[in-house]
């Protein structure tokens, strides 16, 4: 019965790793996959996350299942993080939060309760986007959109463009919108701009979903939540996607969650309703171990501090080498400004370079990055930023 099934085509992420596990270059750099890797190359443990499952395991009794939604001590961490605490989101009750297989299940629900409970209504996605945004919805069965996000002449965010987008979308749609660091231009709203964008949405009647995958990676954990925040008005409606893989490293822990702020606390009960019935029918309730250690430290006032401090210095870390990527290449000859490497957040960098750029650098040099020019800029250490930067001035001649 299988035998007339056609060979999927490689995930354009996941794929790079496995092409570069493959590559037996000893010189080769992967800034393909979004993880965040020290100097050393590895993606290492969090000292307060050893701790946490120190903790849990020593203590755990049960492995029984975990409610639809998941542990409720999770989700109010989680609101409290995201919203800061005594957010009027908060004290009005109309903010619901499940706890989901990381941010990738989050959507997942997301677009399952679109299609369920907004016929008709299309997903508006920035230009560029993730490249599995697309993906996740469609399988949902959301049409998807695009609106102006980037400016290729000024390598910044072309704000004009986007808000003209936001006021010829139909009301009732969505638009999705990275809460901070976007993925993969590292282009970020300024605050101003974040309230003409939540503006433009109000008036047009739009309900935005925020993907809040980097929090404490661009600026600190509650400057990156300014611009989410603007959202968030008496009576607003949202949805927003959290992923903890990077600020906490728990990625194959795959911890996330999927907040639905509603009007009023009656319409978040429904709307709760609505999402439990999409998770039951997905993945019935979530995984418990990952987000124990997350609350395990949110809610541990030393752990949390502690946590703080490094995530500080995986930010720190970032930008490090940004302006260490920044500085070399003007040393190597590059051609043109590169100082807009700087002004972007998070660990990705739009690089400017081309598809057959990049394949240059992979097949002459086993630089592996997505074929948008697309960087992890984590990805680069001391000891390898020589070589890339000599790699992408030969390629860019």
């Known amino acids: 019965m299988f035998q007339n099934i056609e060979l999927a085509p490689r995930d354009p992420i996941l794929g790079l790793s496995e092409a570069f596990r493959a590559d037996a270059n000893p010189q080769k750099i992967n800034l393909g996959v979004g993880v965040f890797q020290d100097e050393a190359g590895t993606t290492p443990i969090l000292a307060t996350v050893a701790e946490a499952s120190r ?11 975990l409610p639809i939604t998941g542990a409720p001590e999770y989700a109010a961490a989680v609101q409290e993080l995201t919203f800061g605490a005594g957010h009027e989101v908060l004290t009005s009750k109309r903010a619901a939060t499940a706890h989901t297989p990381g941010g990738t299940g989050a959507l997942r629900v997301a677009g399952d309760f679109i299609a369920n409970n907004l016929p008709g209504a299309s997903l508006w996605l920035s230009q560029p986007t993730w490249e599995n945004h697309g993906a996740v919805f469609a399988a949902a069965g959301v049409p998807t959109k695009n609106y102006a996000y980037f400016d290729k002449a000024t390598n910044g965010l072309a704000i004009d463009a986007l808000l003209a987008d936001i006021r010829t979308m139909p009301a009732g749609d969505v638009i999705l919108l990275h809460g901070c660091c976007h993925n993969p231009t590292g282009i970020d709203p300024t605050s101003a701009e974040w309230k003409q964008i939540a503006a433009a949405v109000r008036e047009r009647g739009l309900l935005p979903l925020l993907d809040f995958a980097y929090q404490g990676f661009g600026v600190g954990i509650v400057e990156d939540a300014a611009g989410l925040r603007e959202f968030c008005a008496p009576g607003a409606e949202l949805l927003i996607c959290s992923s903890f893989s990077k600020n906490f490293g728990l990625y194959r822990e795959r911890v996330g969650a999927i907040t639905l702020v509603a009007a009023n606390a009656k319409e978040c009960a429904a709307a709760e309703s609505q999402l439990k019935r999409c998770i039951r029918t997905n993945y019935s309730n979530p995984p418990a171990h990952g987000a124990e250690i997350v609350k395990t430290i949110l809610t541990d006032s030393a752990l949390r501090t502690q946590w703080e401090g490094e995530v500080a210095e995986m930010r720190q870390r970032i930008h490090a080498m940004r302006s260490l990527l920044v500085k070399k290449l003007a040393e190597k000859g590059a051609r043109g400004n590169y100082e807009f490497i700087n002004r972007q957040q998070g660990m990705f960098s739009f690089s400017g370079l081309t598809p057959p750029q990049v394949d240059r650098l992979r097949d002459e040099y086993a630089i592996y990055m997505v074929g948008s020019g697309r960087i992890n800029v984590a990805g680069i250490t001391a000891k390898n ?13």
Request: some cysteine; charged content about 25%.
């Open 55 to 65: 903790r849990i395991v020593a203590s755990q009794t049960t492995k029984s299942y």
């Open 385 to 397: 930023v020589d070589r890339l930067c000599e790699a992408i001035v030969a390629v860019t001649r």
